[in-house]
């Protein structure tokens, strides 16, 4: 629904004879972080970080799994203080198990401010070199292909991607044909 009244407003913005007066340009801004050395190396860094935090988790996983089991086997052994005792451990330890991952991977967790705290520089490096490459071509608008507008149509000579990769120092010719 969001698309669709983006794409009616630019459809209207377009038919409007203001739009002579303009001149406009896309990124396609995936292919920008795909080759920019530095967030591929940012990138890496996270995944590292969340896999580490994937293999705690699995680990904390495995031992409560084991000593689940090992109740069930020995229950019936157990005296009803002693049973209640493990439960209320296996129970607390599922519980730091959940608070673990929402710790690390929750909407306001560890990797969320991870992401923040490393990609954001390299994401507003790569916002100021489109605002200077627009700016430096005399473009009045620069889109996102990516965004939230759907393309039903986009000239290539309105590309400014290449442009923008250059300007971040990378090298185009290794990618041309992507």
Same mark, same amino acid.
């Given at each position: 629904?969001?698309?669709?009244?983006?794409?009616?407003?630019?459809?209207?913005?377009?038919?409007?004879? #203001?739009?002579?007066?303009?001149?406009?340009?896309?990124?396609?801004?995936?292919?920008?972080?795909?080759?920019?050395?530095?967030?591929?190396?940012?990138?890496?860094?996270?995944?590292?970080?969340?896999?580490?935090?994937?293999?705690?988790?699995?680990?904390?996983?495995? #031992?409560?799994?084991?000593?689940?089991?090992?109740?069930?086997?020995?229950?019936?052994?157990?005296?009803?203080?002693?049973?209640?005792?493990?439960?209320?451990?296996?129970?607390?330890?599922?519980?730091?198990?959940?608070?673990?991952?929402?710790?690390?991977?929750?909407?306001?967790?560890?990797?969320?401010?991870?992401?923040?705290?490393?990609?954001?520089?390299?994401?507003?490096?790569?916002?100021?070199?489109?605002?200077? #490459?627009?700016?430096?071509?005399?473009?009045?608008?620069?889109?996102?292909?990516?965004?939230?507008?759907?393309?039903?149509?986009?000239?290539?000579?309105?590309?400014?991607?290449?442009?923008?990769?250059?300007?971040?120092?990378?090298?185009?010719?290794?990618?041309?044909?992507?």
């Amino acid at each position: 629904m969001k698309k669709l009244f983006g794409l009616g407003i630019v459809l209207i913005w377009m038919s409007s004879p #203001v739009l002579a007066q303009h001149k406009i340009a896309y990124i396609d801004s995936d292919k920008i972080y795909q080759n920019y050395p530095e967030f591929a190396t940012a990138q890496q860094s996270l995944d590292r970080l969340a896999q580490q935090w994937e293999q705690e988790l699995s680990e904390m996983a495995r #031992v409560l799994d084991e000593n689940f089991r090992e109740f069930q086997a020995r229950e019936l052994l157990l005296t009803l203080e002693s049973r209640q005792e493990r439960q209320n451990e296996i129970i607390a330890a599922e519980e730091e198990l959940e608070r673990k991952r929402i710790q690390y991977f929750g909407p306001e967790g560890q990797l969320f401010h991870q992401q923040e705290q490393i990609l954001r520089p390299i994401q507003e490096r790569v916002l100021a070199v489109i605002q200077e #490459v627009a700016e430096g071509e005399g473009y009045d608008y620069v889109f996102d292909r990516n965004g939230d507008f759907v393309f039903l149509y986009a000239n290539e000579s309105l590309d400014i991607t290449d442009i923008v990769l250059e300007e971040l120092g990378v090298d185009i010719t290794r990618i041309i044909g992507q």
